[in-house]
Nanobody, 125 residues
Framework: QVQLVESGGGLVQAGGSLRLSCAAS????????MGWFRQAPGKEREFVAR????????KTADSVKGRFAISRDNAKNTVYLQMNSLKPEDTAVYYC??????????????????WGQGTQVTVSS
C-alpha cells in the first residue's frame, strides 16, 4: 500500500505563497492519479486539484483556479501544489491522495484509495 507524506505547510500572510509536497513510498507512483484535498475547521473535506499519471491532464477547483497549480515529478515520486495569492479562506489542513489510474478520474474524496496525514496551512489577514 502506497504511503504518502505531505510537507511544506505553515503560516503565511495573505497574498503570500507556499508550495506543498507529497512524497510517495512506492516506485509505482506513476500508476496513480494524484490529488490534493483540504479540510477547514467545521467543514467537510473538499477537492482542490488533481493530476493524471503522466502530468498531462490537470484539474483545479474553481475556488483556487488561477492561484493554485498542481504538478508532479515521477522520477522523485512526488506531487506538488503551488499556492499563490493565498487568502485567509485557504486556511485548512491539506491532504494528498492517490487513486489507481485505471479507475479514471474523480473529484469525490470517497473515490480515492490512499491518503496522507495532512499538513496545516494557515493564512493570516
Amino acid at each position: 500500500q502506497v504511503q504518502l507524506v505531505e510537507s511544506g505547510g505553515g503560516l503565511v500572510q495573505a497574498g503570500g505563497s507556499l508550495r506543498l509536497s507529497c512524497a510517495a513510498s512506492e516506485s509505482t507512483f506513476s500508476t496513480y492519479t494524484m490529488g490534493w484535498f483540504r479540510q477547514a475547521p467545521g467543514k467537510e473535506r473538499e477537492f482542490v486539484a488533481r493530476i493524471s499519471w503522466s502530468g498531462s491532464v490537470t484539474k483545479t477547483a474553481d475556488s483556487v483556479k488561477g492561484r493554485f497549480a498542481i504538478s508532479r515529478d515521477n522520477a522523485k515520486n512526488t506531487v506538488y501544489l503551488q499556492m499563490n495569492s493565498l487568502k485567509p479562506e485557504d486556511t485548512a489542513v491539506y491532504y494528498c491522495a492517490a487513486r489507481a489510474r485505471y479507475r479514471g478520474y474523480s473529484d469525490s474524496e470517497r473515490a480515492w484509495d490512499h491518503w496522507g496525514q495532512g499538513t496545516q496551512v494557515t493564512v493570516s489577514s
